[in-house]
């Protein structure tokens, strides 16, 4: 995370709001919690959530903050404007009866799979235990969102389970931006995280006492 006193605030809590929102709105779409016609909105949604999350990666790289930075800029590109595009492009499909082989999705969903568990390690090394519990939920729901759009397993009860880990997801982004914000402005820890599940090895001193 970026803030290391160069100029730039924090901006991981905006850009962890706008994931929080994607999230608990793929859980009110594949949950089958709001009906098809909601796919306008949600593109409307998620396009807020690209611009939020486009500006905070471009702070994330500026500040140095090479796994943050990349991440947020695959999140804004991928899960935000592309996810936007995608249920317009959906919607007007259904509506118009153009064909339409989703399957391509399940390749696309594949390759950021792959590459957010590629990223994992190195926030368990650098992020507190809460950010890292995030991401292994999310890898493994992204692998169950995957081998649905491929065909690989079937939409029930699967999407009912991605569904709600979407919304644990939710919740505990939710609690994450508690905890940056509130301990950040006390300067204390009021809500916990817990320590990265890698423990980083102490740096041996060159200079001489």
């Known amino acids: 995370m970026s803030g ?5 605030a924090n ?6 709001v706008a994931l929080a929102l994607a999230l608990v709105l793929f859980y ?5 919690h709001v009906e098809g016609t909601a796919a306008p909105l949600v593109g409307l949604w998620l396009l807020g959530g690209f611009v939020v ?8 790289l500026k500040e140095g903050a090479f796994v943050g930075g990349n991440v947020f800029t695959i999140f804004a590109a991928f899960f935000m404007l592309t996810g936007a595009a995608s249920f317009y492009f959906k919607y007007f499909a259904g509506i118009n009866g153009w ?3 989703t399957t391509v999705d399940g390749y696309a969903w594949a390759v950021l799979t792959v590459t957010l568990i590629i990223f994992t390690p190195a926030y368990f090394k650098t992020t507190p235990a809460a950010f890292n519990i995030l991401f ?6 992204l692998v169950i969102l995957t081998l649905m759009d491929l065909h690989i397993i079937s939409h029930h009860p699967w999407a009912s389970i991605f569904s709600n880990m979407c919304l644990v997801n939710t ?7 508690a905890a940056i914000v509130i301990n950040s402005t006390f300067a204390k820890v009021i809500l916990p995280m817990g320590a ?6 102490p740096e041996t001193s060159n200079i001489a006492s």
Do not use: N
């Open 11 to 16: 901006p991981s809590p905006a850009g962890l």
């Open 53 to 60: 999350q486009i500006i905070v990666a471009l702070i994330e």
């Open 171 to 177: 919740c505990l982004t939710l609690y994450i931006v």
């Open 4 to 8: 290391h006193g160069t100029g730039w």
């Open 28 to 32: 009110a779409v594949i949950g089958g």
């Open 196 to 201: 990265p599940f890698i423990k980083a090895k």
């Open 99 to 101: 064909p339409l082989d």
């Open 136 to 141: 292994l939920l999310m890898d493994i729901g």
